[in-house]
């Protein structure tokens, strides 16, 4: 396949070189982002939309369909200045995303600041120095606040523009189930505790999402999340020279794939040297991550092992080979996983907040 011929760095320079003009064909003129079919009604597929028909928790997909209608409108018109800015932002703000939903379930906990009663999660190991997109969510949650005050809680606007986010890389469409509120408190030891590592076995990966009620189809989907964005040198350094604590590269790193890791990601020093995780289309959200994974080409521990690892390895493999091969298939259960996390032990009715400002309480 030409796309895996062009070579590491100069894909580096092709994620700078992105521009507005993808975007315009990732989200062409007349794209449905309209909150989609009623709950318990036929699910929508227009316009490549996957859409679990009802919601779950007391969410559903036109909670804000009186209340603020434009909600969603809002959000797209701030990623798409971003994303067109900033193409990484994308990857940044569906982590942002993820990062929340593990930790005390989609309620926002990650958005908190420092203060008097709230030890952020932004202070997590997995999160200091690495969660972004923070300003984005500032902006976006300032313009509904002009237009609908009071209304729309940042638990949604994540869940907003984690879909917007992936709709405008050229990935799927689906009905987004809203109406999350704010947590009043944040987990830092959650934090630290239930997100997994880079360097994760395949065991250790399926434990932390069934700790969550996602399983290894979750899993496996939403790893295909990083088909867009990078990572910095810290997170894959170990496979590079010390995997398996001998002094010795990992052994399903690709030879090639490998030396362009090293000149990136020297063994000293660089950690915030920067990688594509999915070097053939860094900015396009598509299915080649599955195809370099194949060629020994994933970029983190924990995405090589889908392949590779211990631990129901059989069943991850499979679906590695078979979203490879088809990538529709793999957008449609991007979106059923994505809505599965979206689920995980949201605030709703009178619980939590709807905050004012994201990164402190009312």
């Not at 067109?84 to 982590?95: D, K, Q, T, Y």
């Amino acid at each position: 396949m030409a796309v895996f011929k062009v070579s590491f760095l100069g894909l580096v320079v092709v994620m700078a070189l992105f521009s507005a003009s993808t975007l315009s064909l990732a989200h062409p003129a007349g794209f449905n982002f309209g909150w989609g079919s009623g709950w318990g009604s036929e699910p929508s597929r227009g316009h490549g939309g996957y859409a679990p028909a009802g919601g779950s928790f007391g969410l559903f997909p036109q909670f804000y369909q009186f209340s603020c209608p434009q909600a969603n409108d809002i959000v797209i018109s701030v990623l798409q200045q971003a994303i067109a800015r900033e193409p990484r932002v994308a990857a940044s703000l569906l982590r942002l995303h993820f990062h929340d939903c593990f930790v005390q379930g989609c309620d926002a906990s990650v958005l908190l600041d420092d203060s008097t009663t709230i030890a952020s999660e932004k202070r997590s190991g997995p999160n200091r120095n690495s969660l972004r997109g923070f300003e984005v969510i500032d902006e976006i949650k300032a313009r509904l606040e002009e237009a609908c005050p009071q209304t729309v809680s940042c638990a949604d606007i994540l869940s907003l523009a984690a879909r917007g986010s992936i709709v405008l890389s050229g990935g799927p469409n689906w009905d987004l189930p809203l109406g999350r509120r704010d947590s009043r408190t944040a987990s830092l030891s959650g934090s630290n505790s239930n997100i997994p590592a880079p360097n994760s076995t395949l065991p250790t990966l399926l434990t932390f999402f069934k700790r969550q009620g996602l399983d290894e189809v979750d899993l496996v989907a939403l790893s295909g999340g990083h088909t867009i964005g990078v990572a910095r040198c810290v997170t894959f350094k170990q496979r590079l020279y010390n995997q398996k604590g001998n002094n010795q590269p990992d052994e399903t790193l690709e030879r090639s794939y490998y030396f362009g890791l090293k000149s990136v990601c020297p063994r000293s020093g660089g950690d915030n040297n920067i990688s594509p995780m999915d070097f053939a289309s860094p900015a396009k959200f598509d299915n080649a991550y599955f195809k370099l994974i194949l060629f020994g080409k994933g970029l983190l521990t924990s995405d090589q092992v889908l392949l590779t690892g211990n631990g129901n390895a059989g069943k991850t493999m499979e679906l590695v080979k078979t979203y490879a091969d088809d990538e529709s298939l793999f957008f449609q259960q991007f979106a059923k996983s994505m809505v599965k996390m979206g689920n995980i032990r949201p605030l709703t009715g009178s619980k939590g907040e709807v905050r004012n400002n994201c990164r402190r309480l009312n």
